[in-house]
């Protein structure tokens, strides 16, 4: 059975930092990517950050370069996203979500993905 479970959201204060995890079990990281989506209030859920150990490849929405840094753990099979320079547009419910490769579309498309999280609360006060 697929799983992922994210951890380590939380409220922090706009330029501080949150490192979330994704647990993933089921799956290998040769069949899968990982991607990292948020979901504001009132708004769609957009992707943020995805990994492919198989590309040896990383990716970024505009908005969070430079500032969040996704990684893998193959050992763990775990997928972190550290945060840094929080701002309060960042609040929101953050999942993980998992998606076969290679992937022939968007990583930052969630139609694309397979399997989900339940999410974790991220939210940045100014």
């Known amino acids: 059975e697929v799983q992922l479970v994210e951890s380590g959201g939380g409220l922090v204060q706009a330029g501080g930092s949150l490192r979330l995890s994704c647990a993933t079990s089921?799956?290998?990281?040769?069949?899968?990517?990982i991607g990292w989506f948020r979901q504001a209030p009132g708004k769609e859920r957009e992707g943020v950050s995805a990994?492919?150990?198989?590309?040896?490849?990383?990716y970024y929405v505009d908005s969070v370069k430079d500032r969040f840094t996704i990684s893998s753990d193959n050992t763990k099979n775990t997928v972190d996203l550290q945060m840094n320079n929080l701002k309060p547009e960042d609040t929101g419910v953050y999942y993980c979500?998992?998606?076969?490769?290679?992937?022939?579309?968007?990583?930052?498309?969630?139609?694309?993905?397979?399997?989900w999280g339940q999410g974790t609360q991220v939210t940045v006060s100014a």
């Open positions: 089921g799956f290998s990281f040769d069949d899968y990517a």
């Open positions: 990994i492919s150990r198989v590309e040896d490849s990383t």
């Open positions: 979500a998992a998606v076969r490769v290679p992937n022939i579309g968007s990583y930052f498309d969630e139609y694309e993905y397979d399997y």
